[in-house]
């Protein structure tokens, strides 16, 4: 297939604005690419060269972007940077120089995807000295053989700004359709994607005509995190568990996806993003167990060893840091509450009942330091659940999960495996995790500042949009207001984000990237927010205010549209 080809379909996703139509584009574009194109692509469409978690970028920044056009369109940098001050796309302002060529090189043939492909690869592992020379004229030979059309995609993508907007929920139902014409494939693919994160290597295998049921987890492509639901009281978790359950405490620190093998190790986020340099004494620890290969989850606490007690999670985030780490990692030591294992010795342990999972974990950290499993009783017994989730508040934790002894690991979903139960804010059962969209410019005493509040929204992960919740004037620092105005003018965008839903224009949009934690009073329903909108009323929030920024979240974890319902009904029956 050719890279031009594939830009005309770029073309038409990005003029659709319907979910379901974005995937049937997907579906007919993967239906022209042979079996070896099909992971590439998926790749590009996602705008990264490897899954994500690899953390790959192809390396190119503007102003070597800059040196390629003006080299293929034999203009000079100042004009290419001048029209690019105007459009604020260089893809754009590539595409038209590309079109006013008087004429195309004559060594130039048209671009394969393929080549494309390991061209940017090639890019993307140059380092050093002459570097630079190199990745510009490997650019230009790629825009030399480009359509003007195909030269804005390739030039977007090579600065990591594609966004298309087709999420990972649309490429799924892309790849069923390409076989069923529906999404009847969807729960399979989404199984192994789930356990990989990788729909790259997911696409490959299901092209190839693969059995996706029996996927396995593997070391070094990490799964996707489990998450937990919500209840309004102990009694009704344990009805819903059936009985006897595990109640854990639940910390509140840094989620943390350990994986080993063979001496190696690497720790992933809870957005899975490579973090292993930042904790020396956790992947420590982990190096010197006994097991060949293993991986586990749990949440890092930084540890004060004089007071003997753990720090906040505000203390602990300080931790994820680039630089500084040694000093920070003497300072604030962590431990790691082990909470499951999902694979060991070249096993795959996800579809073991978790009372086998904790086990196997306790075993392996036995006597250990550093890994220490969670604390956790078993009962049947609202009474004991309630006091065990009081102690847990007493001790300073934000509450405890309660988790189904028989279930699997459920990767990737918000399902009653888990439960939580969290302290109480206001009516609310819970903080809310908001990303935010767009933000106000400063009235009155806050003039001085560029920044005035935030628009936040959840994420609707139906159809992938971000439906705003809460306008948030409050709970900020001087030192936050000015953090946050230097931040978000770095992410400004002239127009509305796609995918996001609000009927409120703030005076800046940004780009969905930052998450915060929000607290209010209750959730309310208002015709001025998009969450869960029926009809003209959606769910709001009263009083909103700013608890912290979550540097460990991406728009990809923030609450979903579906939590805020549930969270609404919970208020509700408390208040019944
Ligand atoms: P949520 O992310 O709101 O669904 O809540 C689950 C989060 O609680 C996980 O992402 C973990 O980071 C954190 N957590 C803290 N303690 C535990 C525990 N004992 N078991 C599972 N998750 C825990």
Redesign the pocket.
Known sequence: MLFSEAAEYFAKIEAEASRLAMSAIVAELLGKCNQEEAKPLIYIIEGNIAPAYEGLDVGIGEKLAIRAISQVSGRVDAQVAADYKRSGDLGSTAEFFLSKRQQTSLSSSPNELLRVYATFLKISRMSGSGSQDSKISLLSELLNGATPLEAKYLVRFCLGKLRLGVGDPSIIDALSMTKHGDKKDKLILERAFNLCSDLGTVAEHYIAGKDLSHFSTQPFKPIR????ERLPDAAQIVEKLGGKCAV????????MQIHLEGGKVEIYS?KLEKMTHMFPEITEAAAALKAKSAIF???ALAYNVKEKKYYSFQETIQRKRKYGIEKMSADFPLRL?V??IMFLDGKDLTLLPYSSRRKTLEKMTVNNPVLLP?V?IITDSPNKLEEFFQQSIAAGL?GI?A?DLTQPYVAGA?KFA?I?LKKSYGAMA?TI?AVIIGYYLGKGARQEFEFGGLLTAVLNDETNELESIAKIGSGFSEDEMRTFESMLDKIKMKKKPKGVVSKLTPDFWVKPKYVITVAADEITLSPMHTCGLVGETGYALRFPRMMSLRDDKGPN?ATTTKEIISLFEIQRKRSA
């Open positions: 995190p489990a998450l937990a854990e405490a639940k910390y509140d620190g840094l989620r809870r989850e749990g949440e509450f909470f499951d969670s956790q934000e999960i988790k918000r888990w939580k819970d995790d974890e």
